[in-house]
């Protein structure tokens, strides 16, 4: 099994790489179809606790899914609430295309 953070770390991975991949000018079903993910995706997150704050996220903070720097920038929120609940330093917001999407410059 994995734990916690491994998982964590690994389920960011993938949707802030996701978020890079999305499409700048997404159709109407795309839209639909990731919003429709996105809530899919809390409710069988395998952390019953961590699924249940993204759940009630989600009630007042929809995924903006009209652009992919949208949907990064969206992502990046999600990320540093969380990472504002565990005390971690927050990541800076700007840096997701670096990180995420082109790589790190140096
Ligand atoms: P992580 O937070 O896993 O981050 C990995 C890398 O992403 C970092 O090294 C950094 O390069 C980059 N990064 C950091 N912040 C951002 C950002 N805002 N935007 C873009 N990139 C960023 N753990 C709990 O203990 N309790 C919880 O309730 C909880 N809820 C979670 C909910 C979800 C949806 C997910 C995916 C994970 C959750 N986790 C939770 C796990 C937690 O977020 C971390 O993954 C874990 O603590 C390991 O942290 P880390 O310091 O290795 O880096």
């Known amino acids: 099994p994995v734990d916690k953070d491994e998982l964590g770390r690994n389920t960011w991975s993938f949707l ?18 990731m919003t429709t993910f ?5 409710k069988f997150y395998p952390c019953s606790y ?11 903070n929809q995924p ?11 992502m990046c929120r999600i990320h540093n ?3 504002a609940k565990l ?7 700007a840096k997701v295309d670096e990180r995420w ?6």
Do not use: I
């Open 16 to 33: 802030h790489t996701m978020a890079a991949r999305y499409p700048e000018k997404p159709t109407q079903e795309v839209q639909k179809d």
């Open 38 to 42: 996105v809530n899919l995706f809390s």
């Open 50 to 60: 961590c699924a249940k704050d993204l759940q009630e996220e989600l009630k007042t």
């Open 64 to 74: 903006d899914t009209t652009s992919r720097s949208n949907l990064s920038q969206w």
């Open 81 to 83: 609430s969380v990472n």
């Open 87 to 93: 005390g971690k330093p927050l990541f800076d917001c």
């Open 101 to 106: 999407r082109t790589g790190w410059q140096d």
